[in-house]
Structure formats: C-alpha cells, structure tokens
C-alpha cells in the first residue's frame, strides 16, 4: 500500500482532446493578427473563426472529409497561391499571408497528429512575427503574450501524448479502418472536470509566476540591451504596403474630408517638451492642393513632380527655421493609413524621425513633408525649432528667381473648365463683396463674413442639379456647407478677385489628456482651409472661412500654452485607456539609445534620491531612540514593555503546546480534498523514516503511532502533534548518533 495517494493523471484520450482544444485555439489567436495588417484576407479569418468553435464541438465531423478532397488540397492551395503572387508581384507579402491562413484553415478541419501540430505552431509563429512588424498596438502585445503561453502548454500536451502513446502495445493502438477514436466522443464537460482533478493548482500558480518573470525578465532585458539599427520593419515594409484610409490624398473630391470626420479613431498624438508655447488653436498642416476641378480639388501635377524630387531616404530633413535657445522639441505618433503627408503646424529647422530612415522629402515653398508612401506602422518623428503662425513666408529656393523677384507674375490663379456664365457669377459676387484692390486680408475679412450670410455649417449638404460647376451651384444657394465647401468657394472668390489662393488640408485643434500629457487629434479634426498670397509682404496668410473660425490672418494665441491645454482637456475614460497607449508608444515602440541612457539616470537619481532619504530616516530614528532610552522609567513604561514582550512569547507558548494540534484537528474535520491532512502528515513522517534506512527503540515507537494516524481510525488516534514532534527529535537523535559514529570511525583509523 503507497504511502500518498497519488493525484489522479489525463489517460491518453483526454489529452488528445485538451491537444484539440489548445489547436482550435493556437489558430484563432493566429489568425486574428490580420486585424493589425492591412491584408484583404477576411475571408478566411472568418472560415477559421467560425471553424474552430463548430470543430472543437464536434471533433468527429474531421474524419468525414472525404479523401479526394485531401488530395486535392495541395494542388488548390499551390495553385492559389502561384495566381495570388502573380497578382500581387509588388506586394509578396500579402499571397505568403494568405497561403498561411488557407494552411491554417486546412489544419482546423482535418485530424492533425505530431506533425501537423508542429506546423500548426510554426505557421500562427509566422504570422505572429509579421504582425509584430507591421503593428505597434498595446493590444497586439497582449496578444502575443496569451499566443507564447498558449503555444507553450501546447508543447507540453504534445509532448505528454507522445510519451503515453511510445508506452502502448501494437493491440492498445490497434483501430479498425474508419473507427472514430474515443476522446473524439467525449464531453467537454467532463474534460473540464477531469482537468479541475488532476491539475495541481498549486504547480499552475507557480508555472504561471515563472512564465510572468519570463516575461518581466524580457521587458528589462529589453530595457537594457543596447539599440541597433537593423533596418527599417526588418525588409518586410518592403513587400506589403498600406493604402491611407483617411482620405488625405493628392485628389479630393467634395465630401472627403466629411467621411474622415465621421471617423473618431485617432490620428495623431503630439507630446511638447515646453506646455507654456503651445498654441491656443493649433493648425495642423498636412497637404496643399492648388489646382481646381469641376467637382474638386486635387494638387497639379508640377506641384505633384516638385514633391516627388524632393525625396530621398535620409534619417533626418533640415528646415529652414532658425533653431533658437530654448526652442521646444515636439514628438509627433502618427498613426498608419493616416496619410503619407506629415502633420506640422508650419516651419522648423529639423525633423528627425524615430527608427531609422525613411523615404521623405520637404518642399520648402509649400512646407510639407512628404513620405514616399503610406507607413505601414505607427510612425514617430521629433521636430526642432517649429514656429507656427497665421503666415508663411516665400522661400525662393533658386537664385535666379530671387533675381526676379520683384518681377514675377502672380500665380495660382487659373480656373480652368469654368463656363462663361459661371465666370459671370463669380464676377459679380466678387462685385458685390467689394474690397480695395491689393489688399487680400481685407477681401478675405469680408468674402468669409459674405460667405457666413448665405450659408451655415453642416456636415449634411444638398447641392441641387443643374448646369454649370457644383461650387457654383452651392455659392448661389443657401444651403448649408461643410468646410471643404467654404474653402473650395473662398478659392473660386479670391482667384476671380485676382488673389491667388490655395487650399490646405489637415488637422485642426485636439483634445488635451492630461493623463499622459499629450494632444490627441482624431480623424474627426480633419479639415480644409485655405490660403491668400500677400504680394506686399510676399506671405502666404492663412485663411479660415468657415464658420466659427478666424476668419483672416489674425493671431489665435491670445490664450495659449496651459491655459489652452485646460480648455480643451479630454479626462473621460476613453483617454484614461489612451494613456496606455501613449506609454506603450514613449516606452516601448520608441525605446533608443537615448530613452536608455535617460532611463539609467533617471533611476540612478532616484535611487540616491531613495538612499538619502532612507539614510536620513535611519539618523533620525536612531536619535529619537536614544532621546527615548534616556528619558525616566516609571513603573507604567516598564509595565507596558513588559506586556509587549511576554504577550508575543505567551502566544508563541500557546501556539506549541495546544494552538498547533486544535489547527490541524480543526483542517482535519473541514478538509475540502481526498486526503485528511493528519494522514498525508504521518504519510510525509513515514516516508522520512523509510529513508533513513536505520531502526532504534524510539523510532519504532513512533513508527506505530504514524502507522495508527495514517491507517487508523479516528477514535484511536494518540495526539498528533506530540507524536509528530517526538518523530522530529527521535529522527534528530538518530542523526546525531550517526554522525558521531562517523567521526570516532575515523578517529580510531
């Protein structure tokens, strides 16, 4: 007879159904990454999704697909692929992604054994590495953790199923052809239940802390490990790109930026070493579009060739900007499929972007940083020296049209497609407007307020049918508009009044969360605006006819800095989970050389700061002391002492002579398990004994006892913590005999 009763253990169909079960799930957790890569691959996300839960319900439908259909899977899954690459030669990364999901699909529905496990983990591996280079979300960390534990009890399960089958006979796998197998039959109920038996709880919480100081021991790992420059998304930025879902592009049709500002999702976060500069209306500028269509606006195609020569790859784009003392530094997250025009509030001398180089350019007439496509992740930049203000000046960026500066012919002013009867319109609204020649701010002041007379701002706008250009229609009617209208009519008014203009989109304001202290502009921010060319300080002024804005290019940081940041605070609980966003993206995504080096002085102060403190705590303590011992002893101090030290020594007393045997009498009636706990102790005494492998008088004595407690009835049991405790000194004098023997042994050699 054993001395423990041994926990009962998974028979070899029961870990065939937890190794399903752990698959079914593997895959889901795999196949849910393309949630964070732009991969037109839902279809089967969904097939996988929808499989796993009718499969892991009935295990047995597996066997019922037929055997052509196995055989020509290969062949369908090869094809497939061969006319997806040829579809997507530029972008090869998305077939590979596909072919992995149909291999996935095919690994759900069909009976897998070792091998298909093993494959199963290394193509969920694969795509969990693509997504963790295409995606920098919080979530996606999350997801990896729950993927490696999944994939580690996975391992094991499989490496259980192994062992237990390599230990059955030829007869125990014997199985008639067609046969489903028996844990294909059994209730997931009763493998619950099963699992709740045999799991050591007690190894599980222990297995889960290691597995958590595994992971906390990568996190400082990570923290101190030096940064090196392995290319930017390790090539794979290269084989799949990502289209903008905003809709800021070189051609915008009225009703675009309307569909952005539906969308509430984040843009861009923006963090400023200095609060006290912060402008009071911040204007984000992204893109300027300065040729006009019937219907729309979209950037010429001289604009288009200037920005695209500008490009090049490069680490770093200089400004034109003076860097000045004191000069804030401003770190912008823009999030993917936001555009491949850089946010920026206007001048600067130096962009510097996070995570290696990039493909960008500036156009320094138009102050605009190009990529030279969509990221495909998060993209983080730092700017120096940024100036921002209602104007810009001219840059001639040739030293010949500096030359002819002052003879240059104004531009920007060109309609084309207009009709005549349209160019009438335009003609006497501009009449009617009135404003001195030569002076732009005085004809904006007065076409946005003529625009606000005739119109109201609306997200919701009907232009009616007719003939002519839409613009037009609108102008002349009294509908309400959105801000693409007022910019787009403002740009027809200026040039017909011999003004050239053009239109700029981006952002406008944000919200400010004070608990991660940065600005978060969402897509709904998006906006139109435009701006006026002033010959006769050569500036472009900014110009807002929308209404509710500034209309002119008047100063808008009369309130600005802390006071500007109060106004707009957001601290609802969508910025409390934001926030932890933010952390990810300042600790982790854009953890450099210099965030480490930052770090290690940080802690390093506050640990001497945390030394002096506990030094000074210590010094102070020990002269209270010292003031305390010489102060007089009465018989009330030395009567409280006295309680103080003989109360604990009391219930230490009480502890060992009653307290110990009334605890495990008391664990013994309520014991929840198996085994009563006064056995499984005489058990553990027992077995002590066994090991020593030597008899005297006392131990056999209290081997009798043990055997009464572990075997015993109840009602003849002798005390159990005296015969423990006289177990422990007889074993004590046992060993001490031994070793004396020991050393007269070698004494008498």
């Known amino acids: 007879m054993s001395m423990e009763s041994k926990r009962p253990q998974l028979n070899l169909a029961e870990l065939h159904q937890l190794k399903w079960l752990l698959g079914g799930v593997l895959a889901v957790l795999s196949a849910w990454t393309i949630f964070y890569m732009e991969v037109a691959a839902w279809t089967w996300l969904i097939m996988i999704t929808v499989a796993v839960p009718v499969v892991l319900a009935k295990p047995e439908l597996t066997t019922r697909v037929p055997r052509w259909a196995h055989r020509l899977a290969f062949p369908l899954l090869v094809g497939g692929f061969v006319v997806d690459l040829a579809l997507h030669l530029k972008e090869p990364l998305i077939p590979v992604i596909r072919l992995t999901l149909m291999l996935i699909f095919y690994r ?23 997504g963790g280079v295409m995606s920098v979300s919080i979530l ?87 940064r090196f420059e392995l290319g930017n998304s390790l090539f794979l930025d290269r084989m799949i790109s990502r289209k903008a879902k905003t809709g800021f592009s070189e051609n915008i049709q009225f009703g675009d930026v309307v569909d952005i500002q539906r969308d509430t999702s984040v843009a861009l976060r ?55 003392a004191g000069a804030p ?26 995570g290696g180089s990039q493909d960008a350019g500036l156009e320094h007439g138009l102050r605009v940083v190009t990529l030279g496509k969509e990221p495909v992740k998060m993209l983080a930049y730092r700017v120096e020296g940024m100036a921002f203000g209602p104007a810009l000046k001219t840059i001639d960026t040739d030293e010949e049209a500096a030359k002819k500066r002052d003879n240059r012919k104004p531009t920007l002013l060109d309609l084309p497609g207009l009709l005549a009867d349209d160019q009438q319109k335009l003609g006497a609204w501009v009449a009617e407007i009135g404003a001195p020649p030569d002076s732009p701010s005085e004809f904006a002041r007065r076409a946005c307020a003529w625009l606000k007379q005739r119109h109201v701002y609306s997200l919701q706008s009907a232009i009616r049918s007719g003939t002519g250009d839409t613009l037009v229609r609108w102008i002349g009617s009294k509908e309400p508009g959105h801000c693409e209208l007022f910019a787009g009519a403002f740009l027809l008014l200026a040039r017909t009044a011999g003004y050239p203009t053009r239109v700029v989109l981006g952002f406008k304001g944000g919200s400010w969360n004070p608990h991660s202290e940065n600005l978060t502009i969402r897509n709904s921010d998006a906006h139109a605006w435009c701006e006026i060319f002033d010959r006769t300080s050569d500036t472009w002024v900014r110009v807002d006819p929308t209404p509710g804005s500034v209309p002119m290019g008047e100063a808008t940081n009369a309130v600005h ?51 002096r403190s506990l030094k000074k705590m210590l010094r102070e303590r020990l002269v209270s002391l010292k003031r305390w011992l010489k102060e007089p002893w009465d018989v009330r101090r030395i009567s409280w002492w006295t309680v103080l030290v003989l109360l604990p020594a009391g219930l230490l007393v009480g502890w060992r002579v009653q307290g110990r045997s009334a605890w495990l009498r008391w664990r013994s009636r309520h014991s929840r398990s198996g085994i009563d706990p006064v056995r499984r102790e005489a058990g553990r005494w027992l077995q002590k004994i066994q090991t020593e492998g030597a008899w005297s008088l006392e131990l056999a ?8 407690l572990r075997y015993g009835a109840r009602h003849v049991w002798p005390e159990p913590v005296a015969v423990f405790s006289r177990t422990k000194r007889a074993l004590a004098i046992l060993r001490r005999r031994s070793l004396t023997f020991v050393k007269e042994s070698r004494r008498n050699k």
Request: charged letters at 25%.
């Open 701 to 708: 004595v209290v081997r009798a006892e043990l055997e009464r």
């Open 561 to 611: 800095g802390e006071a500007a940041l109060t106004r707009i605070q957001d601290d609802g609980w969508s910025a409390r989970f934001e926030s932890l966003q933010m952390f990810w993206y300042r600790r982790i995504v854009s953890f450099d050389q210099q965030s480490q080096l930052k770090l290690a002085d940080t802690t390093k102060k506050l640990v001497d700061g945390r030394m």
């Open 108 to 130: 759900v529905i069909t009976p897998r054994q070792r091998r298909d496990d093993l494959q199963l983990i290394l193509l969920g591996l694969f795509l969990v590495v693509v």
């Open 140 to 226: 996606f960390a999350a997801q990896i953790v729950v993927f490696t534990a999944c994939a580690l009890v996975f391992l094991l399960v499989i490496t259980l199923t192994d062992a237990m089958e390599q230990g059955l006979t030829v007869d125990d796998e014997a199985k008639r052809p067609g046969e489903v197998p028996a844990w294909m039959r059994m209730k997931w109920g009763r493998l619950a239940e099963r699992l709740r038996q045999c799991v050591d709880w007690r190894v599980a919480v222990f297995g889960g802390l290691l597995f958590g100081g595994v992971v906390v021991l990568s996190a400082v790992l990570f923290m101190a490990i030096p």
């Open 270 to 324: 923006v963090e400023v070493s200095d609060h006290a500069t912060f402008p009071a209306l911040p204007y984000w500028r992204m893109l300027v579009l300065d040729e006009y269509k019937a219907g729309g606006l979209r950037m010429s195609a001289v604009l288009r060739r200037s920005l695209d020569a500008t490009t090049k790859n490069a680490g770093q784009i200089q400004g034109d900007k003076r860097l000045w």
């Open 329 to 354: 530094i401003w770190t912008f997250y823009l999030e993917a499929g936001t555009s491949r025009f850089l946010p920026l509030l206007g001048e600067f001398n130096q962009l510097t972007f996070d």
